[in-house]
């Protein structure tokens, strides 16, 4: 019973490079949460998403951030030409269809870091 | 908008000692939730709290949901060393969409053997 998969585990790029970071939610989840976490801070959410639609991107940068879930595959968080303040962990959740006031369940996220 | 305080930022018990973290909300909650990180690791949820006033226990941790359902706690009676993590408090604003939680910052607690 596989949870949360997050890949790749840490990513590396430099200032104008793109990152792609991937998430597989648990088995049944259809639910996929976006956060970010600088170092000693909380977890900020960034986008949610159901399969083939973005539900609420209110805490995803307008500029050079996108997130997709497609019908088949993982999600995906995108940064394009990412400078150095993107640096930090992006986590992602997921949580079961239809169930209101669920537990998020967390991957092992990315650590992001921009040389 | 919405915002969860927590308090304190870092707290540092001998093994042994009790353990207790405060979260309050700047909106009524329709529920909150408790999550542990460990360093390095992801969150791992805890426990929900629903009603207000609500009490509930896992072994050596109470948690509380306050009468306001604006704040609640966290205690760790006889902590251990394998207690060691970020302990964060979410919450779900009342009458908001019901998938969006907001951390806060959390307490990293340290434990001396």
């Not at chain 1, 790749?8 to 990152?19: I, S, T, Y």
């Not at chain 1, 973005?54 to 995803?60: A, L, P, T, Y």
């Not at chain 1, 669920?102 to 921009?114: K, V, Y």
């Not at chain 2, 359902?69 to 779900?92: E, M, P, W």
């Amino acid at each position: 019973n596989a949870g949360v998969m997050q890949n790749p585990r840490h990513l590396v790029r430099r200032r104008g490079q793109e990152a792609r970071l991937r998430c597989s939610p648990m088995k049944g989840h259809s639910h996929v949460y976006w956060y970010r976490q600088l170092p000693e801070e909380g977890l900020k959410f960034m986008v949610y998403l159901q399969k083939e639609n973005i539900i609420d991107e209110s805490g995803m940068p307008k500029e050079r951030f996108s997130a997709e879930f497609p019908k088949e595959g993982p999600s995906i968080l995108r940064i394009q030409q990412v400078v150095r303040g993107d640096s930090a962990a992006y986590f992602c959740a997921s949580s079961p269809a239809g169930e209101i006031n669920q537990p998020q369940h967390f991957g092992d996220g990315t650590r992001l870091s921009i040389l | 908008g919405q915002q969860v305080m927590q308090i304190p930022q870092y707290q540092h018990v001998q093994e042994g000692e009790d353990f207790t973290t405060y979260c309050n909300s700047s909106t009524t909650l329709s529920n909150i939730q408790w999550y542990k990180q460990r360093p390095g690791g992801h969150p791992v949820f805890l426990i929900q709290l629903v009603k207000s006033g609500e009490v509930k226990k896992q072994k050596r941790l109470t948690f509380q949901f306050g009468e306001a359902k604006k704040n609640s706690s966290l205690h760790i009676t006889a902590t251990q060393t394998t207690d060691v993590g970020t302990y964060f408090c979410a919450g779900r604003a009342r009458g908001g969409s019901n998938y969006k939680l907001t951390f806060g910052k959390g307490t990293l607690l340290t434990v001396n053997p």
